[in-house]
């Protein structure tokens, strides 16, 4: 019987001890706004409740059994007080009076901060005994957004992302659509200001040689917060003065049925060219974009979103054009660089002056120097150059010479002169004798 009693006695003990006791709560709360840490107890009379934090009273509230409570009013002050540590939560604790009757020794907390966090105890003692709770606190600031842009600050090319106000510290990863066996290094900074938060700035160098890649930034934080995703592409293109064309859009893989808005900007106010309703599929272009554009609603939910581009004008539609597509917590963006032609045959004015005259001036001044410098050059070649003498007044000069010499240098000339009738040439010599 000793044993019996022994085990009787020991089940009853743990029975008084555990049947008060509840299970710990954990409530996970927002920076800056308001937090709830819950405690129920059973109702009694002449309750006071007192909320520990780390085994330090941070709140205690006292009220009289005499108080009418079933009002939704705070009841009689007189007969109740609430006290709050100023160190601890200054003065941004509260429970609510009126349900205090009703076993509800909930704890308001206004304006909660990184501070807060820890594991609070709320004990109530009533008329019909006393009530343990423990609930642990945990805030976080969560991400509100996240930026990705193309940035050309550091001598080149990078992708930079970045988040700001968050907590804890997140987790950045980067990957690119289509993959690519390259490896991806990028520089992650994370910073933390006076309050505990964190800016983290991550930036990936560009890919040489792969110009069509979709960069793709994601950012998590612990406690089971969704992943944040971010990705862009940049490209340039080139059209003519009246002639369609299509500007490419298109979203990477892990968006699913996104909304859709295009944007256009030319160094002024940017311009909203039209937004896709995913789930109404209505796109209406803003004037003056709708005598323009034209998109085709039923390839968007396929990832789709290209924007047709009618009877482009050079100084209207030159300029950069956004896409964007969106869900909570993904956008996707591509940028493009276009640049309207004239047409074919027809040369567009610049809008600034012209300095091709002064090319035109000094090239014609260049060629009027030449000109007379090879005009020069031959007109005092054709005088210092001796003229020659014509054929037939030579050989008289020759045979004036020759009449002027030896007799018998004489003879043989008046014979080869004459030597072509041999009976004139005897005939002369005779007389001659």
């Given at each position: 019987m000793s044993a019996i009693h022994t085990w009787a006695?020991?089940?009853?003990?743990?029975?008084?001890?555990?049947?008060?006791?509840?299970?710990d709560v954990t409530v996970t709360c927002f920076v800056s706004e308001e937090c709830v840490l819950p405690c129920s107890f059973q109702p009694g009379s002449e309750e006071t409740i007192e909320w520990f934090r780390q085994d330090v009273v941070v709140y205690k509230f006292e009220r009289d059994d005499d108080e009418d409570d079933d009002g939704e009013g705070d009841g009689d002050s007189s007969s109740s007080e609430e006290h709050s540590?100023?160190?601890?939560?200054?003065?941004?604790?509260?429970?609510?009076?009126?349900?205090?009757?009703?076993?509800?020794?909930?704890?308001?907390?206004?304006?909660?901060?990184?501070?807060?966090?820890?594991?609070?105890?709320?004990?109530?003692?009533?008329?019909?005994?006393e009530h343990n709770a423990k609930v642990i606190l945990k805030?976080?600031?969560?991400?509100?957004?996240?930026?990705?842009?193309?940035?050309?600050?550091?001598?080149?090319e990078e992708m930079k992302c970045t988040v700001r106000n968050v907590f804890p510290a997140p987790r950045v990863t980067w990957t690119t659509e289509p993959a690519t066996f390259?490896?991806?290094?990028?520089?992650?900074?994370?910073?933390?200001?006076?309050?505990?938060?964190?800016?983290?700035?991550?930036?990936?160098?560009?890919?040489?040689?792969?110009?069509?890649?979709?960069?793709i930034c994601r950012v998590t934080t612990p406690y089971g917060n969704p992943t944040w995703t971010a990705s862009l592409r940049e490209r340039e293109i080139r059209g003519t003065q009246g002639t369609d064309l299509t500007i490419p859009c298109s979203s990477p893989s892990y968006l699913n049925n996104p909304s859709l808005e295009w944007s256009f900007f030319n160094g002024e106010d940017p311009s909203h060219i039209l937004t896709y309703d995913s789930q109404s599929g209505d796109s209406i272009p803003s004037p003056p974009w709708d005598k323009h554009v034209e998109l085709d609603g039923f390839r968007v939910p396929f990832g789709d979103g290209s924007l047709r581009l009618m009877d482009p004008k050079h100084s209207e539609h030159t300029g950069s054009y956004t896409c964007i597509f969106s869900m909570p917590h993904n956008t996707h963006t591509e940028r493009t660089d276009l640049t309207i032609d004239g047409p074919v045959g027809e040369k567009i004015t610049s809008e600034g002056p012209s300095h091709w005259w002064i090319v035109g001036l000094v090239v014609m001044?260049?060629?009027?120097?030449?000109?007379?410098?090879?005009?020069?050059?031959?007109?005092?070649?054709?005088?210092?150059?001796k003229p020659r003498n014509d054929p037939e007044e030579v050989t008289e000069l020759h045979l004036v010479k020759d009449s002027t010499g030896d007799g018998n240098l004489n003879e043989s000339s008046t014979l080869g002169v004459g030597g072509t009738n041999g009976q004139s040439g005897l005939h002369a010599g005779s007389q001659t004798t």
């Open positions: 006695c020991f089940l009853l003990w743990i029975s008084f001890a555990t049947q008060d006791k509840t299970p540590d100023p160190k601890q939560l200054g003065g941004r604790a509260s429970v609510f009076p009126h349900l205090v009757s009703r076993g509800n020794a909930t704890l308001i907390l206004r304006g909660s901060g990184l501070k807060d966090r820890g594991t609070y105890r709320c004990h109530v003692r009533t008329s019909n005994g805030v976080e600031a969560p991400i509100r957004g996240l930026s990705l842009e193309l940035s050309r600050l550091s001598g080149y390259e490896d991806l290094r990028p520089v992650t900074r994370m910073l933390a200001d006076k309050h505990g938060l964190y800016t983290v700035d991550s930036r990936l160098k560009l890919l040489n040689g792969q110009s069509n890649l979709i960069y001044g260049l060629v009027l120097a030449l000109a007379g410098m090879l005009g020069y050059l031959k007109m005092k070649g054709s005088i210092g150059r």
